[in-house]
């Protein structure tokens, strides 16, 4: 197990434990600029580049941290190409655990870079990145100290980002008209297109300029780009003004910013919802129903289209259509109760931990509107109700906790597994070479006694022709018949010494001459036996380099053989305990997590509940009337239809009777029903106390 995965498994467990700990409002995305590099010259710190603009922030994290700390204990740090990008390496740590999360510690790191020696616009960088710690953790006032540490210019790849955020602070302190100075220097920029003049709009509403702000947020919801993002905030914009001119009274602008919003978009429910108020506050109910029965065919669960349930059959009802809108609060109520049991039966499956175990799956965090797409996982709970609770900032960082507690916790079940895989590779490599080491030491120990020698011999020729520069000694260059001459003539001479009988003038002479002859031979060419002898030991010396370097490289192999199963049983064993107790950590944080995700979808689930149950309440009564009211109408229907019956049949019976003249007194003149009627005139009929005016009912 090479170093590089020790140290990530050893630092893993801390790293998550910090980012868990970190409480922030919304993710920070890194600034691609700041973990840009020219030219890469190191693989390991592309390899964190890379998984940083995946998103896996912990792996790029675990990869830099350490890769700076073994930089940190070379020799010579200045021949590892991480050199080249250390200072990058180290201010990108900061960027990523800020990406992670782990602002605690980003935020250390930042004010590291602070009290350093460093240039100024560095400082001021990391002075705006402090501040974009403390604005996500609402800490607004210690976000504007943090901004007002920066002196001179920030770097022109933050100055937009640095301004639009001071703008922001100043509005959340309620500074809204130096935040109205910052955004109008800011229009134009293209990077925050959109955005600037939205602000900017909320900062001259707020500032009491309602004019201008109306001004400059219609302008933005005319036209805010083509991309999505920007037709969402076109639409958020719309909707903003309509609601806030209706608060005005003016229905009429209002049902004009409520008309441009889009059909199909993220806000078209509370458009069209809001477009049925404005014309049912104008007295216009007829035009109202246009736009509340186009919505009461959406997704049921919405709160938009509950409420339309509610306001179709009270436009009826002003309209005087009761028994249209008695069927209308009919079938609220059976909605209404259809959602009430689905509440209820998602509140269950919260509490069985169902809701859990749908966030733990690897798809509701691969796919990209997971959110939305986490209702059509098998076996979820149901989660229309709880779309906008998991859009919020707030739940979206426990779950985003929650999602990392969960990929750590896997990690270490593989890191666990690793550590036993180890464990094997290292009982099968102790099998392997302590069977052979031990032979492989003897022979080694004799090449290694012959290698000695051999290195002997030749400092001792080194030796012999350094002295030769000093000491002229021809007689040591000769070569072997030479030697071989030199030496027989010697032994000549010895002969002779030993036998002077054998010996003649002729005899010493031919031997003389015999001596002369080799010694000046070996005069002549010392020099150029010398410069010989020079060249054939510098090729000696490479193939004693090339010697040393097969001895180093078989010694080198020889205690990698013994260090690859030696030495890690406690090492394992210490990194298997951390684990353990990280293990530990990260279960207790999931559950505490967890409970908090489960104790946040059952609330805003019982709300919405309590919410359909008033509902129920007020629709039951809403029922109830109109079905009085649609009752009375029909008896008035009726008597005005008796009444209408009977004044026909007198003027039928006024026409078809005799004259009064020719009429015999003693023929009673009958009624329609068959009854006399008296001979003197009839009394007047009184029409019923009963509204005549028909109904449109349909």
């Known amino acids: 197990m090479n170093s590089r995965l020790a140290s990530a498994i050893a630092g893993a467990a801390l790293s998550a434990l910090c980012a868990v700990s970190a409480q922030a409002k919304a993710p920070v995305d890194p600034d691609p600029k700041a973990l840009h590099t020219e030219k890469l010259r190191d693989l390991f710190f592309g390899e964190a580049l890379f998984n940083a603009h995946q998103d896996k922030y912990f792996d790029a994290i675990t990869e830099l941290d350490t890769e700076l700390k073994q930089f940190r204990l070379l ?16 201010f990108a740590v900061g960027d990523l655990e800020l990406s992670y999360r782990m602002h605690r510690d980003a935020g250390r790191a930042m004010e590291q870079v602070l009290k350093g020696n460093v240039p100024q616009p560095i400082k001021n960088e990391a002075a705006f990145r402090l501040a974009k710690i403390h604005y996500h953790k609402q800490q607004f006032a210690d976000a504007l100290h943090a901004l007002e540490l920066i ?8 100055r937009a980002d640095e301004q639009f955020l001071r703008a922001r602070v100043y509005m959340q302190l309620g500074r809204f008209e130096e935040a109205v100075a910052l955004l109008k220097d800011l229009k134009g920029e293209k990077s925050l297109a959109g955005f600037v003049e939205y602000n900017l709009g909320i900062a001259l509403l707020k500032a009491g300029d309602t004019e201008k702000g109306v001004l400059e947020l219609d302008g933005l919801g005319r036209n805010a780009g083509g991309t999505d993002a920007m037709g969402a905030l076109q639409d958020k914009t719309n909707l903003l003004l309509g609601f806030q001119l209706m608060e005005s009274k003016d229905y009429e602008r209002a049902r004009t910013y409520f008309d441009r919003v889009q059909l199909s978009g993220p806000f078209s429910n509370q458009a069209l919802l809001g477009a049925g108020w404005v014309e049912a506050n104008a007295g216009r109910y007829d035009r109202a129903l246009v736009p509340w029965q186009l919505l009461t065919e959406r997704q049921p669960t919405n709160a938009s289209v509950q409420e339309a349930m509610l306001a179709v059959p009270l436009a009826y009802g002003k309209l005087d259509v009761h028994s249209t809108a008695a069927v209308n609060y009919g079938h609220a109520l059976d909605l209404f109760g259809a959602q009430v049991d689905v509440l209820t039966q998602s509140i269950h499956s919260i509490r069985e931990g169902k809701l859990l175990e749908a966030l733990r799956r690897k798809e509701a965090s691969q796919v990209k509107n997971w959110v939305v797409e ?21 739940y979206q960082e426990f779950l985003r906790n929650y999602q990392d507690l969960n990929d750590l916790l896997e990690r270490n079940n593989d890191w666990l597994q690793s550590l036993d895989s180890f464990e094997e590779i290292i009982a099968l490599r102790r ?22 020698m051999r290195m002997e011999q030749r400092q001792h020729l080194a030796a012999r022709i350094e002295n030769l520069l000093i000491n002229r000694r ?7 018949d030479e030697t071989e001459s030199r030496l027989m003539l010697q032994r000549i001479r010895e002969i002779l010494a030993y036998n002077p009988s054998l010996n003649s003038e002729e005899t010493e002479a031919r031997i003389a001459r015999l001596e002369g002859v080799l010694k000046f031979r070996l005069s002549r060419e010392f020099d150029e036996r010398l410069t010989e002898a020079y060249k054939h030991l510098q090729e000696l010396d ?13 010694v080198r192999s020889r205690q990698a053989a013994t260090h690859s199963y030696e030495g890690y049983t406690d090492q394992i064993a210490s990194l298997r305990g951390g684990l353990h107790r990280a293990q530990d950590r990260i279960d207790q944080l999931m559950a505490r997590q967890g409970r908090m995700l489960e104790q946040l979808a059952i609330n805003e689930l019982d709300q919405r509940r309590a919410q359909l149950e008033s509902y129920q309440i007020k629709a039951r009564f809403a029922l109830a009337d109109s079905y009085d009211r649609a009752n009375e109408l029909q008896e008035q229907r009726a008597d005005a239809r008796k009444v ?3 004044q026909q049949q007198v003027e039928q019976l006024k026409q078809s009777a005799p004259a009064e003249s020719e009429r015999k007194p003693s023929e009673p003149v009958a009624n329609p029903d068959g009854e006399p009627l008296p001979t003197d005139n009839p009394p007047e009929l009184e029409a019923p106390e009963h509204d005549m005016e028909p109904a449109g009912d349909e």
């Open 431 to 452: 099998g392997y070479y302590e069977p052979i080491l031990p032979g492989l030491d003897v022979q080694f120990r004799q090449v290694d006694a012959r290698i000695k």
């Open 151 to 158: 002196e001179g210019r920030v770097p022109e790849r933050v």
């Open 374 to 394: 986490l209702r059509k996982l098998p076996d979820a709970p149901e989660t229309h109700y709880l779309l906008d609770l998991m859009a919020s900032n707030d």
């Open 542 to 554: 490479t193939v004693v380099a090339t010697l040393q370097e097969t001895y180093q490289r078989y």
């Open 474 to 480: 021809p007689e040591l260059l000769a070569k072997s």
């Open 644 to 646: 209408e019956q009977y």
């Open 75 to 90: 020799d010579d740090p200045e021949l590892d190409p991480f050199s080249l990008h250390f200072g990058q390496a180290e």
